[in-house]
Structure formats: structure tokens, C-alpha cells
């Protein structure tokens, strides 16, 4: 099955500064690549999004770059305030029974913006 | 808004217990999805369905059922519960497709004794 890495496990910036996270795949039928913040005792919620046919994407203060060929991808936060302080997920996601695609998450990155 | 509502934030129960978590989304969605949390381990998907009365293993279904009766429920049931199974669980729904958001509830810690 899918196999999804995700480094690193913490990230502490200050405030102002910018924050990557790295993530790899295993499985190259794998063309969604959705990204996950959770804040303290919320569930996650979908922050941005690539398909495999797109490099990068761009929504104001956060990036995500995809790297097919060598199945990596990243997620770029610039400007860093307190708020962006949560978990982080990356997943890859392909086909299943049904037509749907099940993502396969990774471990999460624990960000910490200092301000 | 989407909203997926889990009965219970929080659960605390003893070895042997059955144990039920109930999920409810009202968006109409064709896919529910029960995720286990742990630290260092991310999301692992224990098991989804795709429709009523259909359902798929996850990763790691062992100990775990589910019951997908009507749409907009989508059941997780422990038969014999063991503090292995201590953790945060997460359900969430989505529209069928290729990819497409996951709508998360906000969890149900559960602690078993």
C-alpha cells in the first residue's frame, strides 16, 4: 500500500519567518495531495490541495509544490503568525472500490510560531 | 456549512466493554471514514464507506466493526475493548470522486480501563 513520510515531526519558528514541511510517497497511482491543519481539539481541516497535474499552488499565505518524478511534496507557509501554530498533515490519495480515493495521511508536523 | 457531529468528545470504559461510536454528518455525503489518532502516528484509517451498507477495511480494522445503516450515520464498534484501543478517534464524510475534501468531526477520546 501507500506509504506517506513526513518530516519534520516538530517545526518552532518565529513569528514573521517561513515554515516548510516535507512529505514523500511511495506509490506513484497517487495523484491527490491534500494538506490538513488541526488545531487543539478540533478535527483537521483541508487547507490546500494539488492534483498530479499541477507543480505548485498558491492560496495567499501557504504554497504547496508537488515533484512527481522524485514523489515529493511541500508545503510552504510564509509570514508565519500565532495562529498558524497547529498539527500539520500531509496525504496522497488514489483510487478505491466506489470510485473514491482513501488518503493515506502522514504522521503530522507539530508547528510552533513563537511570537 | 458541513457539519459531522460524534456523539461522544469523550469516553471512558473498561476491558471487555462494547463499545459504540456513533458519527452523523449532514451533507448528504456518500463517504464516511473512522480515522485513529495517536501521537508520532498520524491518521490511520480503520475502516470507510463509500455507501449505505457498504463498507471497506482500512489499515488497521482488527477489533473493529462498523454499521452503515443510513447515509448519514456511519457507526464504530469496539466488541470487546482493550486499553490498546485508548486513543482519539475521528470520523469524517466526503463526496465521492477523484479526491475531494474530508469533512472531520472534532473526535471522541476514548480511554479504556
Known amino acids: 500500500g501507500e506509504n506517506v513520510e513526513q518530516h519534520p515531526s516538530t517545526l518552532s519558528v518565529q513569528e514573521g519567518d517561513s515554515a516548510v514541511i516535507k512529505c514523500t510517497y511511495s506509490?506513484?497511482?497517487?495523484?491527490?495531495f491534500p494538506w490538513y491543519k488541526q488545531e487543539l481539539g478540533k478535527g483537521p481541516q483541508l487547507i490546500i490541495d494539488?492534483?498530479?497535474?499541477?507543480g505548485e499552488k498558491k492560496d495567499q499565505r501557504i504554497a504547496v509544490t508537488l515533484n512527481k518524478t522524485a514523489k515529493h511534496f511541500s508545503l510552504h507557509i510564509t509570514e508565519t503568525q500565532p495562529e498558524d501554530s497547529a498539527v500539520y498533515f500531509c496525504a496522497a490519495s488514489k483510487g478505491a472500490p466506489g470510485g473514491s480515493y482513501i488518503p493515506t495521511f502522514g504522521r503530522g508536523t507539530s508547528l510552533i510560531v513563537h511570537p | 456549512d458541513v457539519k459531522v457531529t460524534q456523539s461522544s468528545r469523550y469516553l471512558v470504559k473498561r476491558t471487555g466493554e462494547k463499545v459504540f461510536l456513533e458519527c452523523v454528518q449532514d451533507?448528504?455525503?456518500?463517504?464516511m471514514f473512522w480515522y485513529r489518532q495517536d501521537p508520532g502516528l498520524g491518521l490511520r484509517l480503520i475502516y470507510f464507506s463509500y455507501d449505505v451498507k457498504m463498507k471497506e477495511k482500512g489499515d488497521i480494522p482488527e477489533g473493529y466493526s462498523v454499521s452503515r445503516e443510513k447515509k448519514e450515520r456511519f457507526s464504530l464498534i469496539l466488541e470487546s475493548a482493550s486499553t490498546n484501543q485508548t486513543s482519539m478517534y475521528l470520523c469524517?464524510?466526503?463526496?465521492?470522486?477523484?479526491?475531494?475534501?474530508?469533512?472531520f468531526g472534532e473526535g471522541s477520546r476514548l480511554t479504556v480501563l
Open positions: 506509490d506513484s497511482a497517487s495523484n491527490y
Open positions: 469524517a464524510s466526503r463526496l465521492p470522486g477523484r479526491g475531494g475534501e474530508l469533512f
Open positions: 494539488i492534483r498530479s497535474n499541477v
Open positions: 451533507m448528504d455525503h456518500e463517504n
